[in-house]
């Protein structure tokens, strides 16, 4: 059962254009949500946030947005530049006491072309 | 350097033969994972531990052990392993303590024959 899915394998996008990383899940208990850029031969490593109580956070080019209604979320990068590309992971957490606990979507790989 | 460490970063072996992968972190983190990554499941967790002596299963903990007998080490123990343990493994920590952001060190490439 995959609690947390990313339905796009893959993702290309123009240099300069937005790209658009999307996130589905199905537990209404989940109540933080990250993400992870993952490049060939190296560890993920930590991109953004967000608590369920937010819809938004900003970090430079990148934002996440959460609609728990819809139990989505998204990852905004503009512009994309070429050193962008690589997979990108969401993940999502139940609770301060379960910090420790993350689940993982399958991943996005994001082509950004020059 | 705040850094997680794994050793080895690629190891060849046979069916049934006990190893080890080593797991390191120097930032005092609380909370220590470990992961396994396969084409097209993402990342699942396999152990965690959320302090020395305190760890619990993830969600594909079949085949392996660990054990958290200092803060800073957790090793990934495979007593028996088996082809379909073949997978690419990742150690994690974190503070915990309400924040969630773990830190990954740089991957194991096992290959069981």
């Known amino acids: 059962d995959q609690q947390v899915k990313q339905n796009s394998p893959s993702l290309s996008v123009q240099e300069g254009r937005i790209s658009i990383l999307n996130c589905d899940y199905t537990?209404?208990?989940?109540?933080?949500f990250l993400w992870y850029k993952k490049y060939p031969a190296e560890g993920p490593t930590f991109l953004i946030s967000i608590s369920s109580i937010k819809d938004k956070n900003e970090d430079g080019r990148f934002t996440v947005f959460l609609n728990k209604s819809a139990k989505h979320l998204s990852l905004h990068i503009v512009p994309s530049q070429p050193g962008d590309s690589a997979v990108y992971f969401c993940?999502?957490?139940?609770?301060?006491?379960?910090?420790?606990?993350?689940?993982f979507g399958q991943g996005t790989t994001l082509q950004v072309k020059p | 350097e705040a850094q997680v460490t794994q050793n080895p970063r690629y190891l060849i072996t046979v069916t049934g033969k006990k190893l080890t992968v080593t797991c390191s972190q120097n930032m005092n983190h609380e909370y220590m994972s470990w992961y396994r990554q396969d084409p097209g499941l993402g990342l699942r967790q396999i152990y965690y531990s959320m302090n020395v002596e305190v760890t619990d299963k993830g969600d594909v903990p079949e085949g392996y052990k660990v054990s958290r007998k200092e803060k800073r080490n957790f090793p990934l123990i495979l007593e028996s392993p088996s082809p379909n343990q073949t997978s690419l493994y990742f150690c994690?920590?974190?503070f915990g303590n309400g924040r969630y952001e773990q830190y990954f060190g740089p991957g194991t490439r096992l290959t069981v024959t």
């Open positions: 993940a999502a957490s139940k609770g301060s006491g379960n910090t420790g606990k993350l689940i």
């Open positions: 994690a920590s974190s």
């Open positions: 537990n209404s208990m989940f109540d933080y």
